[in-house]
């Protein structure tokens, strides 16, 4: 028997697909969910013609949703860890909730992915039972592309109060980019406007990794002129900041820094977006940023904000190893 397929009987609907211990029906008659003991309470046997079973939806269907939005993580921290949950086997589902848990943003982002998988499964059914009735099918909704970091993700002004959660972040991105230094580098690419050729040695010590790290972002601190904006959660944590110095010759980003948790999620584009539109509009001056170049996603980034590479610098160690099986 057709019946009206509504917001609210679409939530019911995937609100029982979640219990896959029992079978639940639509109850076409009263437009409800119902689950075959409820039924059978009244009803000596099922009545097929009333009642219509949900959509089918197991743990090796939520398990396969799982692995596709691993797959299409852009965060590299979060996409390990999860990665290392799915791999787990027994208590798999717990181990990705669990793991998901410590990256709030994209825990929300993963809700919103998997309800819009549910609702596009409970739709093409419902289109399924329409063919089968006589009836046209009804369009299905379009995948949702909206960024969710408007939601989550506060871009403002920073304060001086701000200055210890960025040199936070500022001392753990140079960790980060210190040890990104010190790994056996591949063939270099040319990606970005900087590229770092060669290995340092430990035994030097971390002052010459700091000189490296120095040539790409530096924090010193406000400035008057400059422009300084901070990416601040909703519970108030600082995740990300940026500063463009103004000098006499233009523009230029003297930082750009985000907690690697919280890497591949649109904040560093989001930063540097408002902060282009705080430069003047009349302005003829340039504006520059450097990069380390393996922040090839991020040089992409730039590239759609008009910036093109304006030349490639080339770093070598007094005792880096250089020959080419060490390049590799």
Request: with cysteine.
């Amino acid at each position: 028997m057709p019946f009206e397929l509504d917001e609210a009987l679409i939530d019911a609907i995937i609100f029982s697909m979640e219990d896959q211990g029992t079978a639940y029906f639509v109850d076409s008659e009263e437009g409800i969910v119902l689950s075959e003991e409820e039924i059978l309470e009244n009803e000596d046997e099922v009545d097929e013609d009333r009642y219509i079973p949900i959509p089918y939806w197991d743990s090796n269907e939520g398990f396969r949703l799982m692995e596709r939005f691993v797959v299409a993580l852009k965060n590299p921290l979060a996409k390990v860890e999860l990665t290392r949950a799915l791999d787990r086997g027994k208590g798999v589902f717990r181990a990705f909730k669990d793991t998901l848990s410590r990256y709030p943003v994209i825990e929300k982002r993963w809700f919103r992915y998997k309800e819009q998988a549910m609702r596009r499964t409970v739709l093409e059914w419902y289109n399924g039972l329409r063919e089968d009735w006589g009836l046209e099918r009804i369009g299905t909704e379009p995948e949702e592309t909206e960024d969710l970091l408007g939601e989550d993700i506060t871009i403002r002004p920073s304060r001086e109060e701000d200055t210890p959660s960025i040199q936070q972040i500022h001392e753990q991105c140079l960790m980060d980019l210190q040890r990104v230094l010190t790994e056996k580098p591949r063939r270099p690419q040319k990606a970005g406007l900087y590229l770092v050729e060669g290995r340092s040695q430990h035994r030097e010590g971390n002052q010459k990794l700091e000189e490296i790290a120095s040539l790409f972002f530096t924090f010193q601190g406000f400035k008057t002129g400059d422009i300084h904006l901070v990416a601040e959660t909703t519970s108030k944590e600082i995740v990300g900041y940026i500063l463009v110095h103004r000098s006499p010759y233009g523009f230029h980003v003297t930082a750009i820094e985000v907690l690697p948790e919280y890497r591949g999620l649109g904040i560093g584009e989001q930063l540097l977006e408002q902060a282009l539109a705080r430069i003047p509009p009349e302005t003829t001056q340039a504006i520059t940023i450097d990069i380390p170049a393996y922040f090839e996603g991020f040089s992409r980034v730039i590239a759609r904000h008009g910036f093109t590479p304006l030349t490639i610098r080339y770093i070598r160690h007094e005792n880096s190893l250089t020959s080419s099986e060490d390049l590799i």
